[in-house]
Structure formats: structure tokens, C-alpha cells
């Protein structure tokens, strides 16, 4: 099973960006499906998921209302549309799935929940 993110990039603030996660392997249809970002030194922060099978998302409160979490079931890839994105948005983006799943969204964001993950994808956000 191989996670591969992509669409990282450097952009100035106030830009956006649409980060790809395609899913090679496996179907996640059961699953719960998230975006974690990290700086250095700093533990792996929750940005977002979605449950694969119905569309429900969750945000941290840091990237409500300016990123857009979706799914393309034909393609097996996940997305993050970022907008509006400001210099403390930098950071590695990681992919991730969650096959158990259960339960809320708002208690899947935590990494030890998630067993699969994509290799990262920088994400640089320049005043």
C-alpha cells in the first residue's frame, strides 16, 4: 500500500495551493482519510479529514473556512484546496489513512490513529 503526495510548492502569502494524495494498492472505502502538517521540531499537527465512504469532513480550527478537503473515488486520490494561506501554514504535509475509522471525525486526529502515510510534501508560504 503506497500513499503519494504531491502539489507542495513555495507561494506567496495570500495564494493557494491544492495538494494530491493518490492511494496505490488498496481501496480506502472503508476508511477515514487525513491531512497532518510538521515543522521542525514540532510534533505532527492535524489539518483536516474525510470519511471516504460519505464525505463528512473535519478542520482544525487553524484552516477552517480557507482549506477544502475532497476525494475522487475513480481516482482513488485525496485533495486539499488551501486558499488564502499565510506564512505559519509552512510546513511538510503528510497524507494519511485511517482504516479503522471508527467513530467521529473530530476523534480521528491524532497520528497514532492513522497506519498509513504518504511521504510529505513541502509547503513553503513566504510574506
Known amino acids: 500500500v503506497q500513499l503519494q503526495a504531491s502539489g507542495g510548492g513555495l507561494v506567496q502569502a495570500g495564494g493557494s495551493l491544492r495538494l494530491s494524495c493518490t492511494a496505490s494498492?488498496?481501496?480506502?472505502?472503508?476508511?477515514?482519510m487525513g491531512w497532518f502538517r510538521q515543522v521542525p521540531g514540532k510534533e505532527r499537527e492535524f489539518v483536516s479529514n474525510?470519511?471516504?465512504?460519505?464525505?463528512?469532513?473535519y478542520y482544525a480550527d487553524s484552516v477552517k473556512g480557507r482549506f477544502t478537503i475532497s476525494r475522487d473515488n475513480a481516482k482513488n486520490t485525496m485533495y486539499l484546496q488551501m486558499t488564502s494561506l499565510k506564512p505559519e501554514d509552512t510546513a511538510v504535509y503528510y497524507c494519511?489513512?485511517?482504516?479503522?475509522?471508527?467513530?467521529?471525525?473530530?476523534?480521528?486526529?491524532?497520528?497514532?490513529?492513522?497506519?498509513?502515510w504518504g511521504q510529505g510534501t513541502q509547503v513553503t508560504v513566504s510574506s
Open positions: 494498492g488498496r481501496t480506502f472505502s472503508g476508511s477515514v
Open positions: 474525510i470519511r471516504w465512504s460519505n464525505l463528512n469532513t
Open positions: 494519511a489513512a485511517d482504516t479503522n475509522g471508527m467513530g467521529g471525525l473530530g476523534l480521528r486526529t491524532h497520528p497514532h490513529e492513522y497506519d498509513y
